[in-house]
Protein backbone atom coordinates (compact mmCIF):
# COMPACT_ATOMS: atom_id res chain seq x y z
CA UNK A 1 0.00 0.00 0.00
CA UNK A 2 1.00 3.60 -0.78
CA UNK A 3 1.00 6.69 1.10
CA UNK A 4 1.30 10.39 0.55
CA UNK A 5 2.12 12.53 3.12
CA UNK A 6 1.54 16.21 3.02
CA UNK A 7 3.29 19.44 5.48
CA UNK A 8 4.24 22.89 5.52
CA UNK A 9 0.43 24.26 6.01
CA UNK A 10 -0.07 26.70 7.88
CA UNK A 11 -1.11 30.38 8.43
CA UNK A 12 0.59 33.36 6.88
CA UNK A 13 0.13 36.76 6.04
CA UNK A 14 -1.00 37.96 2.68
CA UNK A 15 1.74 38.81 0.44
CA UNK A 16 4.03 35.82 2.43
CA UNK A 17 4.93 32.67 1.27
CA UNK A 18 4.95 28.97 1.82
CA UNK A 19 6.16 25.90 0.54
CA UNK A 20 3.86 22.45 0.65
CA UNK A 21 5.72 19.34 0.65
CA UNK A 22 4.35 15.79 -0.42
CA UNK A 23 6.35 13.02 -0.15
CA UNK A 24 5.11 9.15 -1.24
CA UNK A 25 6.03 6.24 0.67
CA UNK A 26 5.27 2.39 0.68
CA UNK A 27 5.61 -0.13 -2.17
CA UNK A 28 5.07 1.16 -5.99
CA UNK A 29 6.32 0.70 -9.42
CA UNK A 30 7.10 4.27 -10.13
CA UNK A 31 5.24 7.53 -10.00
CA UNK A 32 3.45 8.83 -13.35
CA UNK A 33 2.19 12.76 -12.63
CA UNK A 34 1.27 14.44 -9.65
CA UNK A 35 -0.77 17.58 -8.80
CA UNK A 36 -2.07 19.83 -5.93
CA UNK A 37 -5.63 20.50 -5.26
CA UNK A 38 -7.23 22.59 -2.88
CA UNK A 39 -10.71 22.75 -1.55
CA UNK A 40 -12.79 25.25 0.09
CA UNK A 41 -15.97 24.02 2.40
CA UNK A 42 -18.66 23.43 0.62
CA UNK A 43 -17.01 23.35 -3.02
CA UNK A 44 -15.50 21.33 -5.54
CA UNK A 45 -11.43 20.60 -5.00
CA UNK A 46 -9.92 22.55 -8.19
CA UNK A 47 -6.73 22.01 -9.75
CA UNK A 48 -3.87 23.98 -8.55
CA UNK A 49 -0.99 22.29 -10.76
CA UNK A 50 0.38 19.25 -12.08
CA UNK A 51 3.53 17.55 -12.95
CA UNK A 52 4.53 14.89 -14.76
CA UNK A 53 6.95 12.73 -15.10
CA UNK A 54 8.94 14.33 -17.64
CA UNK A 55 8.28 17.55 -15.66
CA UNK A 56 5.93 19.15 -17.97
CA UNK A 57 3.84 21.39 -15.69
CA UNK A 58 0.70 23.36 -15.41
CA UNK A 59 -1.07 26.02 -13.60
CA UNK A 60 -4.57 26.89 -12.94
CA UNK A 61 -5.07 30.80 -13.90
CA UNK A 62 -5.66 31.83 -10.56
CA UNK A 63 -1.58 31.01 -9.66
CA UNK A 64 -0.02 31.39 -12.66
CA UNK A 65 3.06 33.30 -11.50
CA UNK A 66 2.63 32.86 -8.09
CA UNK A 67 3.07 28.98 -6.97
CA UNK A 68 5.62 26.59 -8.52
CA UNK A 69 5.43 22.95 -8.83
CA UNK A 70 8.70 20.87 -8.94
CA UNK A 71 9.72 17.30 -8.12
CA UNK A 72 12.39 15.27 -6.39
CA UNK A 73 12.09 11.67 -7.90
CA UNK A 74 15.04 10.51 -5.55
CA UNK A 75 12.44 11.18 -2.97
CA UNK A 76 9.20 10.63 -4.36
CA UNK A 77 8.38 14.04 -3.14
CA UNK A 78 6.56 16.86 -5.00
CA UNK A 79 7.13 20.41 -3.90
CA UNK A 80 4.37 23.37 -4.18
CA UNK A 81 6.17 27.12 -3.68
CA UNK A 82 3.35 29.49 -3.09
CA UNK A 83 4.74 33.14 -3.38
CA UNK A 84 2.45 36.23 -3.05
CA UNK A 85 -0.23 34.47 -1.02
CA UNK A 86 -4.07 36.11 -1.09
CA UNK A 87 -6.69 35.32 1.27
CA UNK A 88 -9.05 33.49 -1.52
CA UNK A 89 -5.79 31.44 -1.50
CA UNK A 90 -7.04 29.77 1.79
CA UNK A 91 -8.33 26.41 1.57
CA UNK A 92 -7.22 23.13 2.32
CA UNK A 93 -4.57 21.53 -0.11
CA UNK A 94 -4.28 18.01 -1.51
CA UNK A 95 -1.53 16.05 -3.50
CA UNK A 96 -1.80 13.17 -5.16
CA UNK A 97 -0.44 10.91 -7.23
CA UNK A 98 -0.95 8.25 -10.10
CA UNK A 99 1.39 5.51 -9.76
CA UNK A 100 1.99 2.95 -12.43
CA UNK A 101 1.56 -0.67 -12.07
CA UNK A 102 4.51 -2.89 -13.64
CA UNK A 103 2.27 -4.69 -15.71
CA UNK A 104 0.97 -1.34 -17.10
CA UNK A 105 -1.93 1.18 -16.19
CA UNK A 106 -1.87 3.50 -13.25
CA UNK A 107 -3.89 4.60 -9.96
CA UNK A 108 -4.18 7.79 -8.58
CA UNK A 109 -3.63 8.22 -4.77
CA UNK A 110 -4.62 11.15 -2.47
CA UNK A 111 -2.58 12.73 0.70
CA UNK A 112 -4.88 13.69 3.51
CA UNK A 113 -5.01 17.35 3.04
CA UNK A 114 -3.11 20.88 4.80
CA UNK A 115 -4.61 23.46 5.77
CA UNK A 116 -3.48 26.89 4.72
CA UNK A 117 -4.70 30.05 5.82
CA UNK A 118 -4.07 33.42 4.59
CA UNK A 119 -5.05 36.73 6.60
CA UNK A 120 -5.67 39.82 5.48
Known amino acids: QVQLVESGGGLVQTGGSLRLSCAAS????????MGWFRQLPGKERELVAS???????AYADSVKGRFTISRDNAKNTVYLQMSSLKPEDTAVYYC??????????????WGQGTQVTVSS
Open 26 to 33: GSFFSINA
Open 51 to 57: ITDRNTV
Open 96 to 109: NAYFAWKIGGQYVW
